[in-house]
């Protein structure tokens, strides 16, 4: 691991570099929903407000963060329920349908993992496993029986995080195909139980 990392909650000040990571995160998934609203280059600018803000799961409030020197790896989870009050009617709505089939196969009784990443230079040092376990404490503490996590399944470095932390597919979800959206084969409903310890039979 770096030698100067530190492991804290995130603050508003995180605001700008935990919407960075959330992009990185979503491998994807906001330049879709959001291209029409903001440019590419603009879109942490954008997105860091709503981070920077108090309410809402998707916010800084629920992040915990990686710090050397600067935030360089970032997990944003919460409970899955909060999901159902997200407002969608400001996004284009043929490409909501088209993610349509990931929220209808959400666990809404679990506590998700909205976003992990790590940025390219401080990886495969276990800075990812660690951020991971955090949001498994905060499921415990607040009384979840189990996790979740939703995945595109052609990202083989997610799946193998999550895989590495006691987490197995529950549901394979079939994404329609669209020119804006680059993956292939769908997302991948990843569930564990809270509970679940490394290196035993018990889950």
């Excluded at 990443?117 to 660690?130: C, L, S, T, Y």
């Excluded at 079939?174 to 020119?179: I, P, W």
Aim: charged residues 25%; glycine residues 10%; hydrophobic residues 45%.
């Amino acid at each position: 691991m770096l030698p100067e990392v530190v492991f804290r909650a995130a603050l508003p000040a995180d605001a700008y570099a935990l919407a960075e990571l959330s992009i990185m995160a979503g491998d994807g998934l906001y330049e879709f929903l959001l291209e029409e609203m903001a440019p590419k280059q603009m879109l942490a600018g954008l997105m860091s407000r709503g981070l920077r803000q108090d309410h809402g799961g998707f916010c800084w409030r629920h992040c915990f963060v990686a710090d050397d020197k600067g935030v360089v790896g970032m997990v944003n989870a919460f409970p899955a329920a909060w999901l159902r009050g997200e407002e969608k009617e400001l996004l284009p709505q043929d490409r909501v349908r088209v993610l349509e089939p990931i929220d209808q196969a959400q666990d809404w009784e679990s506590f998700t993992v909205n976003a992990i990443a790590v940025r390219k230079h401080a990886r495969r040092q276990g800075i990812g496993e660690r951020l991971l376990d955090w949001a498994v404490d905060q499921a415990r503490a607040g009384g979840f029986t189990h996790l979740s996590a939703n995945v595109w399944a052609d990202n083989e470095a997610a799946r193998g995080l999550f895989e590495s932390r006691g987490f197995r597919v529950e549901k394979r979800i079939e994404v329609a195909e669209h020119a804006g959206l680059r993956h292939s084969g769908g997302s991948l409903l990843y569930v564990r139980d809270a509970a679940y310890v490394r290196g035993t039979e018990s889950h």
